[in-house]
C-alpha cells in the first residue's frame, strides 16, 4: 500500500471519527459569531468615523462660509478674524481650505500654494450649482468637502437648491468653500481597533480550540467507555452484566449487548452440553462392544456358541453406533436455514401411504394396528426427503412407544393454506411435565427402555426442526398410560 493511500485513510478515519466532529462543531460554534463581530465592528467603525467626520467638517464649512459673507471676505480677503478661523479649521482636522470665487479664482489657500490659480473641476462646478458636495478618498485617505458660499445664511442646502432653479438666479452664490481634511487618524485607529480584534480573536480562537477538545473528549468518553465494557467481556462469556448508563443512547447499546451476550450464553452452554451428550451417547456402545470382547477373551476357553452370542450383541452395538452418527448427521442437515430446502410439489397422500407400508413390518410385531385416515388429496410444496423423516419418526416413535395390540391413528386434512398430519396412538403416553423436553437434542423420557428400543433421542428433534425449515408447527398432547397425539401443521404452498 503506498503511503498516499494510507494517508487517505487516515484522513477517512478522522472525518469519520465522533470526536472530531464533535470539535468541529463546537469549534465552529464559538468561532463563527466571533468573525462576524470583528467583521461587524471593525468594518463598521472606519464607515462611521468617516461619516461623523464629513459631516463635521460640513458643519464647520457651512459656519466658516457664513463668516465669510459676514465679513466680506470674497472682497477684502484680509480678515484677521477669518484668517485665524481657516488656521484653526486647518489645524484641528489636519486638512487644506480654499476659497474660490465667483470667477473660479483661489483667493485664499491655507497652504498657500494655489493662490490666483484657477480651479476647475467638478466638485467645484457642481456647487456653484448649489449643491454641498463631499467625497471620501478612501484610497488617498481624505475627505473632500466642497460648500457653497451664498449671501443668504438661512438656505439650507435642498432649499437653496429649489430657490435657486426657481428663481434662475445663480448670482446668490458667490463663491465656494473647499475643504480637503486627511483620515489618517482614522485609518491609525481602525488599524489599532483591528490588531486588538486580532490578538482577541485568536486568545479566542485558543479558549475555543482548549474547550471544544476537553468538551469533545468529556461527551465521547461514555462511547469509549462502552467499547471498553464490551472489550471486556469479548474474552470470554462471564456472567457479568456490564452498565453504562451516562446517556440513554449508550444504555441502549449496552442492553441490546447485554441481550446478545445472554443468548450466546445460552447457546454456548447448549453447545458445551450437546457436545457432552454426543461424546457419552457415542461412547455408550463402544464400552459395550469392549465389555464383550474383553469377557471373551478373559475366558480361556470360550465355546463357540458364546462367541457366537457375544458378537451378535456387539453387531447390534455397531448398529445403534450407526444409527446415532446418521441421526446426528440427519439434525446437522436440518440445522440449517430453509434456502437449503429443495422445494417441489409432493402428493402427501401418496407420501403417507409409502411411509405406512414401510413401518407396517415394525408395527406388525408387536400387533399394533396402522390406520390411516385422509380427509382431502393434499399437494404441497416441500422437501420430500426431510418431511418424509420427519412424519416417519412421529409414526415410529407412536409404534415404539405403545402397548402390545395397541394402535395407532394417522388423520391427513388440511384448509386453503395448511395441511395438518395428526399420528395418534394408544401408547404409554409421556408425563405432562416432560412433554416441553420431548424436542430436546438426545431428550428421552425413559433412558433405559428407549434404548432397548433403540432409541437415540434426537428422533423428535429432527422432526422438529424439519418441520420449521417449512415454517410449519407441531404440538404434542399427552395422557399418561392412555396415549400422545403429535399434530403437525404445515403451509401448503413455500414461503421463501
Ligand atoms: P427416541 O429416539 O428416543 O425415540 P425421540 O426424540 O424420537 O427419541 O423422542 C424423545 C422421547 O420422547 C422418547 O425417548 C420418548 O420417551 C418420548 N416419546 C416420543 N414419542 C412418543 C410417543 N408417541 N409416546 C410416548 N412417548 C414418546
Same mark, same amino acid.
Given at each position: 500500500?503506498?503511503?498516499?493511500?494510507?494517508?487517505?485513510? &487516515?484522513?477517512?478515519?478522522?472525518?469519520?471519527?465522533?470526536?472530531?466532529?464533535? @470539535?468541529?462543531?463546537? @469549534?465552529?460554534?464559538?468561532?463563527?459569531?466571533?468573525?462576524?463581530?470583528?467583521?461587524?465592528?471593525? +468594518?463598521?467603525?472606519?464607515?462611521?468615523?468617516?461619516?461623523?467626520?464629513?459631516?463635521?467638517?460640513?458643519? $464647520?464649512?457651512?459656519?466658516?462660509?457664513?463668516?465669510?459673507?459676514?465679513?466680506?471676505?470674497?472682497?477684502?480677503?484680509?480678515?484677521?478674524?477669518?484668517?485665524?478661523?481657516?488656521?484653526?479649521?486647518? &489645524?484641528?482636522? %489636519?486638512?487644506?481650505?480654499?476659497?474660490?470665487?465667483?470667477?473660479?479664482?483661489?483667493?485664499?489657500?491655507?497652504?498657500?500654494?494655489?493662490?490666483?490659480?484657477?480651479?476647475?473641476?467638478?466638485?467645484?462646478?457642481?456647487?456653484? $450649482?448649489?449643491?454641498?458636495?463631499?467625497?471620501?478618498?478612501?484610497?488617498?485617505?481624505?475627505?473632500?468637502?466642497?460648500? *457653497?458660499?451664498?449671501?443668504?445664511?438661512?438656505?439650507?442646502?435642498?432649499?437653496?437648491?429649489?430657490?435657486?432653479?426657481? /428663481?434662475?438666479?445663480?448670482?446668490?452664490?458667490?463663491?465656494?468653500?473647499?475643504?480637503?481634511?486627511?483620515?489618517?487618524? !482614522?485609518?491609525?485607529?481602525?488599524?489599532?481597533?483591528?490588531?486588538?480584534?486580532?490578538?482577541?480573536?485568536?486568545?479566542?480562537?485558543?479558549?475555543?480550540? +482548549?474547550?471544544?477538545?476537553?468538551?469533545?473528549?468529556?461527551?465521547?468518553?461514555?462511547?469509549?467507555?462502552?467499547?471498553?465494557?464490551?472489550?471486556?467481556?469479548?474474552?470470554?462469556?462471564?456472567?457479568?452484566?456490564?452498565?453504562?448508563?451516562?446517556?440513554?443512547?449508550?444504555?441502549?447499546?449496552? %442492553?441490546?449487548? &447485554?441481550?446478545?451476550?445472554?443468548?450466546?450464553?445460552?447457546?454456548?452452554?447448549?453447545?458445551?452440553?450437546?457436545?457432552?451428550?454426543?461424546?457419552?451417547?457415542?461412547?455408550? *456402545?463402544?464400552?459395550?462392544?469392549?465389555?464383550?470382547?474383553?469377557?471373551?477373551?478373559?475366558?480361556?476357553?470360550?465355546?463357540?456358541?458364546?462367541?457366537?452370542?457375544?458378537?451378535?450383541?456387539?453387531?447390534?452395538?455397531?448398529?445403534?453406533?450407526?444409527?446415532?452418527?446418521?441421526?446426528?448427521?440427519?439434525?446437522?442437515?436440518? %440445522?440449517?436455514?430453509?434456502?437449503?430446502? /429443495?422445494?417441489?410439489?409432493?402428493?402427501?397422500?401418496?407420501?403417507?401411504?409409502?411411509?405406512?407400508?414401510?413401518?407396517? *413390518?415394525?408395527?406388525?410385531?408387536?400387533?399394533?394396528?396402522?390406520?390411516?385416515?385422509?380427509?382431502?388429496?393434499?399437494?404441497?410444496?416441500?422437501?420430500?426427503?426431510?418431511?418424509?423423516?420427519?412424519?416417519? /419418526?412421529?409414526?415410529?416413535?407412536?409404534?415404539?412407544?405403545?402397548?402390545?395390540?395397541?394402535?395407532?391413528?394417522?388423520?391427513?386434512?388440511?384448509?386453503?393454506? @395448511?395441511?395438518?398430519?395428526?399420528?395418534?396412538?394408544?401408547?404409554?403416553?409421556?408425563?405432562?411435565?416432560?412433554?416441553?423436553?420431548?424436542?430436546?437434542?438426545?431428550?428421552?423420557?425413559?433412558?433405559?427402555?428407549?434404548?432397548?428400543? +433403540?432409541?437415540?433421542?434426537?428422533?423428535? =428433534? !429432527?422432526?422438529?426442526?424439519?418441520?420449521?425449515?417449512?415454517?410449519?408447527?407441531?404440538? =404434542?398432547?399427552?395422557?399418561?398410560?392412555?396415549?400422545?397425539?403429535?399434530?403437525?401443521?404445515? *403451509?401448503?404452498?413455500?414461503?421463501?
Amino acid at each position: 500500500m503506498t503511503g498516499r493511500i494510507k494517508n487517505l485513510i &487516515n484522513k477517512a478515519k478522522v472525518i469519520r471519527s465522533l470526536k472530531a466532529r464533535i @470539535f468541529v462543531l463546537i @469549534f465552529l460554534a464559538g468561532m463563527i459569531p466571533a468573525v462576524i463581530m470583528r467583521f461587524g465592528m471593525v +468594518g463598521n467603525y472606519e464607515e462611521h468615523a468617516v461619516s461623523v467626520r464629513t459631516s463635521d467638517v460640513t458643519g $464647520q464649512a457651512q459656519i466658516l462660509a457664513n463668516h465669510l459673507i459676514t465679513y466680506n471676505y470674497l472682497q477684502i480677503p484680509t480678515s484677521e478674524i477669518i484668517n485665524a478661523e481657516l488656521e484653526q479649521l486647518s &489645524n484641528l482636522y %489636519d486638512g487644506r481650505v480654499l476659497i474660490v470665487d465667483s470667477a473660479y479664482k483661489v483667493i485664499k489657500d491655507t497652504y498657500g500654494i494655489s493662490e490666483g490659480k484657477t480651479i476647475i473641476s467638478e466638485e467645484v462646478f457642481q456647487c456653484f $450649482q448649489g449643491k454641498t458636495v463631499t467625497r471620501y478618498e478612501k484610497n488617498s485617505h481624505y475627505i473632500e468637502v466642497v460648500v *457653497p458660499i451664498v449671501e443668504d445664511e438661512f438656505y439650507e442646502d435642498e432649499y437653496l437648491e429649489e430657490e435657486l432653479e426657481e /428663481n434662475g438666479d445663480i448670482v446668490k452664490i458667490k463663491g465656494v468653500l473647499l475643504i480637503s481634511v486627511s483620515t489618517e487618524n !482614522i485609518m491609525s485607529t481602525g488599524e489599532v481597533l483591528s490588531r486588538k480584534a486580532d490578538i482577541l480573536e485568536i486568545t479566542m480562537g485558543i479558549i475555543i480550540i +482548549g474547550i471544544a477538545v476537553w468538551l469533545a473528549n468529556v461527551l465521547i468518553r461514555p462511547i469509549n467507555r462502552v467499547t471498553d465494557a464490551i472489550n471486556e467481556v469479548k474474552g470470554g462469556f462471564t456472567d457479568e452484566i456490564i452498565e453504562v448508563s451516562d446517556y440513554l443512547e449508550t444504555e441502549h447499546i449496552i %442492553d441490546a449487548f &447485554n441481550q446478545v451476550i445472554s443468548r450466546m450464553r445460552v447457546l454456548d452452554k447448549s453447545r458445551e452440553e450437546f457436545v457432552s451428550n454426543v461424546s457419552h451417547e457415542l461412547k455408550t *456402545p463402544l464400552t459395550s462392544m469392549k465389555v464383550l470382547a474383553d469377557s471373551l477373551l478373559m475366558q480361556e476357553e470360550a465355546p463357540i456358541e458364546l462367541y457366537k452370542e457375544f458378537m451378535e450383541d456387539i453387531t447390534n452395538e455397531i448398529e445403534r453406533e450407526n444409527k446415532i452418527i446418521s441421526d446426528l448427521l440427519s439434525l446437522v442437515k436440518m %440445522d440449517k436455514t430453509a434456502a437449503d430446502l /429443495n422445494i417441489e410439489a409432493v402428493d402427501i397422500n401418496e407420501l403417507m401411504e409409502l411411509i405406512l407400508k414401510r413401518l407396517t *413390518p415394525i408395527a406388525k410385531k408387536e400387533d399394533i394396528e396402522l390406520i390411516f385416515e385422509s380427509m382431502r388429496q393434499v399437494v404441497a410444496e416441500v422437501d420430500e426427503v426431510k418431511i418424509t423423516l420427519a412424519l416417519t /419418526n412421529l409414526i415410529e416413535n407412536a409404534i415404539k412407544y405403545n402397548k402390545k395390540h395397541g394402535w395407532v391413528k394417522i388423520t391427513l386434512n388440511a384448509d386453503h393454506q @395448511f395441511f395438518t398430519v395428526e399420528v395418534s396412538d394408544s401408547g404409554i403416553g409421556i408425563p405432562e411435565e416432560l412433554i416441553e423436553h420431548i424436542y430436546e437434542r438426545f431428550f428421552r423420557v425413559d433412558k433405559s427402555h428407549s434404548r432397548e428400543i +433403540g432409541g437415540t433421542g434426537l428422533g423428535l =428433534a !429432527i422432526t422438529r426442526n424439519a418441520i420449521l425449515m417449512h415454517r410449519g408447527s407441531i404440538k =404434542a398432547s399427552s395422557v399418561e398410560g392412555e396415549g400422545t397425539t403429535f399434530t403437525a401443521k404445515i *403451509p401448503l404452498s413455500h414461503l421463501s
